[in-house]
């Protein structure tokens, strides 16, 4: 079965980087797309970045767009989300996603259309 698991979390002050890491591990993931989401205490899970495996076709939150970097290594089968000028409002527990359905742009980018999910990893920044 489809196993996701996350790295990479850590305590940074703003301004600063972070790199996480998903290995994926089960499938084969030519197919499917992959995300990260993030949920902040007392808020909803949000969607921050999405990458297909076969094509490498990436798509950002506007809150992230310029800062965060999505990429993939599809022989390791490893997703990573490179966090750059980091602010406090990052602050959230980052989950690593993947689907094998058809979406869109919009669809893809909302969490109901995930299946598998990894555990997470908390990532806080520090003003």
């Known amino acids: 079965q489809v196993q996701l698991v996350e790295s990479g979390g850590g305590l940074v002050q703003a301004g600063g980087s972070l790199r996480l890491s998903c290995a994926a591990s089960g499938s084969t993931f030519s197919s499917y797309v992959m995300g990260w989401f993030r949920q902040a205490p007392g808020k909803e899970r949000e969607f921050v970045a999405h990458i297909s495996w076969g094509l490498g076709s990436t798509y950002y939150a506007d809150s992230v767009k310029g800062r965060f970097t999505i990429s993939r290594d599809n022989a390791k089968n490893t997703v990573y989300l490179q966090m750059n000028s980091l602010k406090p409002e990052d602050t959230a527990v980052y989950y690593c996603?993947?689907?094998?359905?058809?979406?869109?742009?919009?669809?893809?980018?909302?969490?109901?259309?995930?299946?598998?999910w990894g555990q997470g990893t908390q990532v806080t920044v520090s003003s």
């Open positions: 996603a993947a689907t094998n359905r058809w979406g869109t742009i919009a669809t893809i980018s909302q969490q109901y259309h995930y299946n598998y």
